[in-house]
């Protein structure tokens, strides 16, 4: 193949790449303006009649006030979520050395992790972790979400025992987060870490579905991978990895 052409070819490759970005760029306004704005009338308004109508209302419409509120502002988290996740390699911060220790300490002071921990009386167990080289929000993101399932997925009345610890390979990190929770059924782990997928039932335990989707992207991004080691009624177990190899990555 001629020389002009596979550079014809690079440069018709480059402009789609353009292309593309342009158009990720429309489709994230669109998420975080255009179709966040009236989510967010729609919460305001309804929260404004059910503040100052309240006795206007019985009973039953007052839960249905109730339902367009928790509704709305259940769409506008899907939305926030979906946003993150279009952006994690489009807005990747730079790779650097990252003390898993001291990262796992502080996921845990977060306002609503620390919250859960006390509220449940959680006793989180943390081996001497490794420093790796990583994207360090991107990696608190992730001991965040798989920390909130172990801490959420608890039988109720029980106490959430969490065991957190780092092995190594010839080319990765890996790291196990164990947890005494309720389990996950063979049929849901299969399809908990795709986007909007849930193991449980929104009534018992809300959330958007989207958090291990979210996590498992980080990963493949540190040359990565997350999978449910465990699953029985007593015990769940969070794997994943992170490649030893990220010296050179942007």
């Given at each position: 193949m001629a020389k002009p052409q596979i550079h014809d070819q690079l440069a018709e490759k480059q402009r789609q790449l353009e292309q593309l970005e342009a158009e990720?760029?429309?489709f994230a306004y669109a998420v975080s303006h255009d179709l966040s704005a009236p989510l967010r009338a729609i919460e305001?308004?309804?929260s404004f009649i059910a503040e100052d109508h309240a006795q206007d209302f019985d009973d039953r419409s007052q839960r249905h006030l109730e339902h367009i509120i928790n509704g709305s502002q259940k769409a506008k988290d899907i939305l926030t979520a979906?946003?993150?996740?279009?952006?994690i390699n489009t807005r990747a911060?730079?790779?650097?050395?990252?003390d898993c220790n001291t990262l796992i300490a502080e996921v845990q002071t977060q306002e609503q992790l620390s919250e859960w921990i006390d509220l449940s009386g959680a006793q989180v167990q943390v081996e001497d972790l490794p420093t790796i080289i990583a994207a360090r929000q991107q990696m608190a993101k992730v001991f965040a979400e798989v920390l909130q399932n172990a801490l959420v997925y608890h039988a109720e009345g029980g106490k959430p025992h969490i065991h957190i610890k780092a092995d190594e390979t010839d080319d990765d990190w890996v790291f196990s987060v164990t947890d005494n929770g309720i389990g996950i059924s063979e049929?849901?782990?299969e399809r908990i870490?795709?986007?909007?997928n849930r193991a449980v039932k929104e009534r018992d335990y809300p959330g958007a579905g989207m958090?291990?989707?979210i996590s498992r992207k980080i990963l493949h991004r540190h040359?990565?991978?997350?999978w449910l080691k465990a699953r029985n009624p007593s015990e769940t177990v969070f794997c994943f990895s992170v490649s030893k190899d990220l010296n050179n990555e942007p």
């Open positions: 990720y760029k429309d305001g308004f309804s979906l946003l993150d996740f279009s952006r911060e730079a790779f650097t050395k990252v049929r849901a782990a870490f795709n986007v909007l958090g291990l989707a040359k990565g991978e997350i």
